[in-house]
């Protein structure tokens, strides 16, 4: 599940990439699958204008509605709990002992990381154990049929349309492909980044050369780089880095376990 501060990341852009080279318009939403064919004949020229390739296009012309995306999409009710029924849903006892195993035989990779970075393990391993539990689950949609669905859906299109546009552009650079699948809102890897969030924020964590989420290295070194690009600040500790926390997710009861979680696995 992405965090929410990630869905507000580009609202700022959104005219220029709605508004494409040329005086072109933005293709128009809709409400269910029966004009999501005839928006994606409309969206490829968005996206070609917008620097979108061959493999791109090909992956959008093969991309199919996501129904179960905007079954997901109107039903996210965690939020709405209170702080401790928020924990023990999302299991943060178990989080946080397993947090501080993975944290203990993983050590070189997490000193790395915040040595770059300024960001301890317990941050990283709190949102990586809440988002997959630590890769265990990342997910069985289809990533480019996810996020473009969402493109198209009447209900935030302007916020989805740049990371469309990010996946297509991820699938011309081969770092996904057509077949990819990820989270139900078009996240992928062992944290859930959103499309354009990898494109600004994705590095190489293993030194192979590549940006892929899915290699646990390269996901938590990105999720660092995310949070120092949204303030995180070493020696703030968690109450003096609530921005970054709330840069990944903006809802405050999510903000509060991450903060709590990591304090416990830094604290063990």
Known sequence: MAGRGQW??????????????GGAQAASCGKNASGFEGWKE???????????????LSALA???????????DRNQKSFKLSFEQFMAKRGANAIISKGKSLK????????NIESRYGVPAGALLAIWGMETGFGAYMGNQNTVSAITTLAYDCRR?????????????LVDKGSISASTVGAMHGEVGHTQFLPANVLKYGVDGNG???VDLKNKADALASTANFLRGHGWRAGRGYEGNMGAIAGWNSASVYQRAIAAIGAEIDGG
């Open 42 to 56: 409309e969206f490829a020229q968005q996206a070609q204008a917008s620097g979108v390739g061959r493999r791109g």
């Open 62 to 72: 093969g991309a199919n509605y996501a129904s179960k995306t905007i079954s997901a």
């Open 208 to 210: 192979d050369g590549r």
């Open 104 to 111: 203990r035989s993983n050590a070189a990779l997490f000193s």
């Open 157 to 169: 299109p302007a916020f989805f349309m740049p990371h469309a546009i990010a996946a297509l552009k």
């Open 8 to 21: 507000k990341l580009f609202a700022a852009a959104v005219l220029g990439t709605l508004m494409v080279s």
